[in-house]
């Protein structure tokens, strides 16, 4: 079974600063997909940003990008000029036939 | 483009009692997932349509958790009888395809065993 581990439960950062969320996970696939999603206090989670395995290029959205260490199985998401919006529960998530969600991180952006 | 429609968005029942959660997903979306969210934990497949079949119901619990797709578009979820563990989010997703497209969720419904 695959399973994926995010170590932090809890972050906070001053607004416009960086925040980077670690997240490793355990597979014995080659191909594969990670993903990481933001679920804001009003519960509707929302996809921020996703991953193929096969791409050594890392993933980037806006002020969003990950760090992608294959052998290493490790997958971390760095918010740049972090915004009071960007308060919310992040997953970790990955997916060969099914989905499987990390613990998730609270993250408090402070004004 | 409409998303991902659940209701109700809350329920508070008390054991024994049975419970129904309905989903509707993006327009056109073959794939549709059912996900319970237990408080401070990460969402967990209960089970995976395919259109009107099901692809993965192995962490649904089947003496008491049932669940349909009619007509490949909209599902319900049903409890019966609920039990005081069974208090969650439910949360259900769709994706265009299969399980590594992107998955759109709905607002979820909160379930409140008593």
């Known amino acids: 079974a695959q399973t994926v581990t995010q170590s932090q439960p809890e972050m906070s950062v001053q607004e416009a600063e960086t925040v980077t969320l670690s997240c490793t996970y355990d597979t014995s696939e080659n191909n594969y997909y990670l993903f990481w999603y933001k679920q804001p206090p009003s519960r509707q989670m929302i996809l921020v940003i996703r991953?193929?395995?096969?791409?050594?290029q890392n993933a980037t959205e806006n002020r969003f990008s990950v760090n992608f260490q294959k052998a290493a199985k490790s997958f971390s998401l760095k918010i740049s000029d972090s915004q009071l919006g960007d308060t919310a529960m992040y997953f970790c998530?990955?997916?060969?036939?099914?989905?499987?969600f990390g613990a998730g991180t609270t993250v408090t952006v402070r004004a | 483009e409409a998303g991902v429609a659940q209701s109700p968005r809350y329920k508070i029942i008390e054991k024994r009692q049975s419970v129904a959660f309905w989903c509707n997903p993006i327009?056109?979306?073959?794939?549709l997932y059912w996900y319970q969210q237990i408080l401070g934990q990460g969402p967990k497949l209960l089970i995976q349509?395919?259109?009107?079949?099901?692809?993965?119901d192995s962490q649904l619990p089947k003496d008491r958790f049932s669940a349909e797709r009619l007509k490949g578009v909209d599902s319900t979820l049903k409890i019966q009888p609920a039990k005081l563990e069974d208090s969650a989010v439910y949360l259900c997703a769709s994706s265009l395809r299969g399980s590594t497209d992107t998955q759109y969720f709905g607002p979820g419904t909160r379930l409140t065993v008593l």
């Open positions: 991953q193929e395995a096969y791409k050594q």
């Open positions: 349509f395919q259109n009107n079949g099901v692809v993965d």
């Open positions: 327009s056109g979306h073959a794939t």
């Open positions: 998530a990955f997916e060969d036939y099914k989905l499987s």
